[in-house]
C-alpha cells in the first residue's frame, strides 16, 4: 500500500452534512468517501490509471 498524506480540508457545515450522509449510505467513513470520490474523479479524467484488481478487469483482459 502506497504511503498516505494529511492535509487539512475545511468545508462549510451544509456540505460536511451531504458528505457524511452519502459516506453512511455507502458504510465508508467521511475520509473514506472522500478518498473515493477523488480516486473516482482523477481515473475518470485519466489524471491516474485504473487500479488492478479483479473487480476491475474486462472479461478476457487476464
Known amino acids: ?19 457524511e450522509k452519502w459516506a453512511a449510505d455507502e458504510f465508508r467513513s467521511v475520509n473514506g468517501q472522500l478518498e473515493y470520490i477523488i480516486d473516482k474523479a482523477l481515473r475518470d479524467n485519466k489524471r491516474i490509471k485504473h487500479k488492478e484488481g479483479p473487480e476491475n478487469k474486462e472479461p478476457g483482459n487476464q
Open 1 to 19: 500500500m502506497s504511503e498516505k498524506k494529511t492535509f487539512v480540508l475545511r468545508l462549510n457545515a451544509k456540505t460536511y452534512e451531504a458528505l
